[in-house]
């Protein structure tokens, strides 16, 4: 895997994620670390503030998603076929961080489990998630 091809599409190759402004922090084999920089846009809650939920789920997915493409090849095609999402306690008005592991790779499927934590806590957990991919295989 080209890391750097990687890195490149992370942040640069997919519309939402650069909206997001999503950053790689580390890419290795079967496991993955991102962060969204806090933006006043990401905020659900503007009483607390609290970041919105969807942003908390989408961390997750393309942080797991992207964990299992680390696995494959760059011309492999991955989508989600299932995602779940627990929510522990709000993410505050900082940036958001989110570290993903491959559980389980097949050929055709790969499964990872994603943590997520805000700035400067990263043993307080804002949510936790489970993703299955399909693996579409390039070649």
């Not at 997001?20 to 993955?32: P, Q």
């Not at 809650?45 to 090849?73: E, I």
């Not at 989600?80 to 499927?109: C, F, H, M, Q, W």
């Not at 943590?115 to 070649?139: C, D, F, M, Q």
């Amino acid at each position: 895997m080209d890391f750097e091809k990687l890195k490149d599409i992370i942040e640069n190759g997919l519309p939402f994620n650069k909206w997001l402004g999503i950053k790689v922090v580390e890419l290795a084999e079967g496991r993955v670390k991102l962060c969204i920089p806090f933006k006043p846009e990401l905020v659900g809650d503007p009483r607390r503030p609290a970041l919105h939920g969807g942003v908390l789920s989408t961390l997750v997915d393309v942080t797991g998603g992207f964990a299992v493409w680390t696995s494959c090849h760059l011309e492999d095609r991955i989508a989600t076929i299932d995602l779940s999402v627990d929510y522990l306690r709000p993410a505050g008005a900082k940036d958001l961080y989110a570290e993903a592991e491959v559980r389980l790779l097949g050929n055709r499927v790969g499964n990872a489990s994603v943590v997520l934590w805000s700035a400067g806590e990263p043993e307080r957990h804002v949510a936790v998630g489970r993703a299955v991919y399909n693996i579409r295989r390039g070649k």
